[in-house]
């Protein structure tokens, strides 16, 4: 059983920063690859960034690539979103998930069936 909860979302201008946490419970944390999706109002849930069980290996998609970062700490249990350089665009309610799986340069990882609450981003113009 794995759960896990989101923190961190809030409002802030183009341009801005934010960095949202995860936090899980998991005895498998350590061998889970964790990561974070996005979805707005009537729009499909879409992909954001991933990062392997030990941090080795990362991928975002296009268009937060540069501006983004995953992190986590296994001792901690903990996976952080750092969210720079913000756009409008980035608005949306972010979800931490666990276990994705089919991690591979030219596809989009498949979520696991393990998710967050989602937390909000807001950035104005």
């Known amino acids: 059983q794995v759960q896990l909860v989101d923190s961190g979302g809030g409002s802030v201008q183009a341009g801005g920063s934010l960095r949202l946490s995860c936090a899980a419970s998991?005895?498998?944390?350590?061998?889970?690859?964790m990561g974070w999706f996005r979805q707005v109002p009537g729009k499909e849930r879409e992909f954001v960034a991933v990062?392997?069980?030990?941090?080795?290996?990362?991928l975002f998609r296009d268009s937060v690539q540069g501006r983004f970062t995953i992190s986590r700490d296994n001792a901690k249990k903990m996976v952080y979103l750092q969210m720079n350089r913000l756009q409008p665009e980035d608005t949306a309610v972010y979800y931490c998930n666990a276990d994705l799986h089919r991690l591979r340069r030219g596809e989009v990882p498949v979520p696991g069936i393990y998710w967050g609450q989602g937390t909000q981003v807001t950035v104005s113009s």
């Open positions: 998991a005895r498998t944390f350590g061998s889970l690859a």
């Open positions: 990062i392997s069980f030990d941090g080795a290996w990362t």
